[in-house]
T-cell receptor, first 113, second 111 residues
Framework: GEDVEQSLFLSVREGDSSVINCTYT??????LYWYKQEPGAGLQLLTY?????DMKQDQRLTVLLNKKDKHLSLRIADTQTGDSAIYFC?????????????FGSGTRLSIRP | DTAVSQTPKYLVTQMGNDKSIKCEQN?????MYWYKQDSKKFLKIMFS???????INETVPNRFSPKSPDKAHLNLHINSLELGDSAVYFC??????????FGEGSRLTVL
């Protein structure tokens, strides 16, 4: 079945760039998403990329997609303390898999002063 | 205006009890979902409804029964609660094949 994997923890210094990586198994993925979850809150969509794109930039966020390797990354430039959260990678398939979004385990990003 | 709202936000109950969580969305979306997030933050889809019709029913015990009275509401009823049901339950909605909008979650603790 479909699977999405991420490393569980990342620690970066304030002001540095954070890069969160994700791999997925479903080669028919149509959309790939990055969600952010702050403590005690629901998940908020940060950005998404369509599978026929290889890069998307949105202010401090850059998404890179390597469809051949089924690898997705999220780069956060100039990381701030407010970026501390859990970041979830997610994918939506096509056909019979299009009706659900599968989430990775989440990467907990912590910021060092 | 809250886009996806769930009630209650916290629920503490004894094993064996029956409880319900309600969800409403005012985004005009056709599809609604229930996800379960465990203590390790893993997020797993349980159910999805599209226009009141059940379209996803993952491997979930029969004790869990979703109900969608209309496309803006999706409720989750749980019978005979067990310790392992303790989790945060998230409701979400989307346009068909669009991104998910999540509620704030309902934290269920079974004692």
């Amino acid at each position: 079945g479909e699977d999405v994997e991420q490393s569980l923890f990342l620690s970066v210094r304030e002001g540095d760039s954070s890069v969160i990586n994700c791999t997925y198994t479903d080669s028919s993925s149509t959309y790939l998403y990055w969600y952010k979850q702050e403590p005690g809150a629901g998940l908020q969509l940060l950005t998404y990329i369509f599978s026929n794109m290889d890069m998307k930039q949105d202010q401090r966020l850059t998404v890179l997609l390597n469809k051949k390797d089924k690898h997705l990354s999220l780069r956060i430039a100039d990381t701030q303390t407010g970026d501390s959260a859990i970041y979830f990678c997610a994918e939506r398939g096509e056909g019979s898999s299009a009706s659900k979004i599968i989430f990775g385990s989440g990467t907990r990003l912590s910021i060092r002063p | 205006d809250t886009a996806v709202s769930q009630t209650p936000k916290y629920l503490v109950t004894q094993m064996g009890n029956d409880k319900s969580i309600k969800c409403e969305q005012n985004l005009g979306h056709d599809t609604m979902y229930w996800y379960k997030q465990d203590s390790k933050k893993f997020l797993k889809i349980m159910f999805s409804y599209n226009n009141k019709e059940l379209i996803i029913n993952e491997t979930v015990p029969n004790r869990f029964s979703p109900k969608s009275p209309d496309k803006a509401h999706l409720n989750l009823h749980i019978n005979s609660l067990e310790l392992g049901d303790s989790a945060v339950y998230f409701c979400a909605s989307s346009r068909e094949f669009g991104e998910l909008f999540f509620g704030e979650g309902s934290r269920l603790t079974v004692l």
